[in-house]
């Protein structure tokens, strides 16, 4: 049976931009060619069985769910503000057990401190103001335990192709230009993460990302 997550104002960019966009968003990343992004999130998150997982902003379910059939033995939790998005995500992921779904903010996760092993993010953070990113890098480091990793991909960082007119227009918005240069490593430093970048990835439409590794000491 369809879990319903209880609707809720506006106070969060829903994860296709516009709860009418809703049902083609998971056609849309396949357009992008995220599966292949997904995928190298997943091998540099470095999973085993007995790990807790959270991905935070998992709009419907696409990473954490292919964490999960990838890594039976982990346990998974994928966390939004949309609650729409949420719906689907439950529903995509019927009888995957080891899965669960649940409605939070990235600068208020429901957790406790130190639950998790890893914390993955994917195209998340360019969404966030610039204040809620300081408050959600705290969150990350909060709910990860010592030795945890943060496993993030987003537009911006340092190198990779800027692609065509789409690419730089994103890029130049005011929220993926706060993403550029050493923009993230520095504000995942500041709430008490190592954090690096280690890669790049060419992705269709918005010339490449980048993926960054944190550490919490």
């Known amino acids: 049976m369809t879990k319903n997550y209880s609707s809720a104002s506006h106070d969060y960019l829903p994860a296709a931009g516009h709860d009418l966009f809703l049902p083609g968003y998971d056609l849309l990343t396949r357009v992008f060619g995220f599966d292949r992004v997904y995928r190298t999130l997943i091998d540099q998150a470095d999973l085993r069985d007995g790990l807790d997982i959270l991905e935070v902003g998992c709009g419907t379910g696409n990473l954490i769910s292919r964490a999960r059939r990838a890594h039976p033995g982990i346990h998974a939790v994928g966390c939004d503000p949309d609650p729409r998005a949420l719906t689907r995500a439950h529903r995509k992921a019927h009888g995957l057990r080891g899965l669960r779904f649940e409605r939070g903010y990235a600068q208020d996760l429901p957790y406790a401190d130190g639950e ?27 709910v990860l335990r010592p030795g945890g990793t943060l496993h993030l991909v987003d537009i911006g960082g340092v190198g990779g192709r800027e692609g065509g007119p789409l690419a730089r227009r994103i890029r130049r918005g005011p929220h993926a230009a706060g993403n ?9 430093g500041q709430a008490g993460f190592d954090c690096r970048q280690i890669a790049t990835q060419p992705v269709r439409f918005l010339g490449s990302v980048a993926f960054f590794r944190a550490v919490r000491p």
């Open 116 to 142: 998790f092993d890893r914390v993955l993010s994917s195209m998340m953070w360019h969404h966030l103001d610039d204040d809620v990113k300081t408050a959600a890098a705290g969150e990350f480091f909060r």
């Open 180 to 188: 550029l240069g050493d923009a993230i490593p520095r504000r995942l």
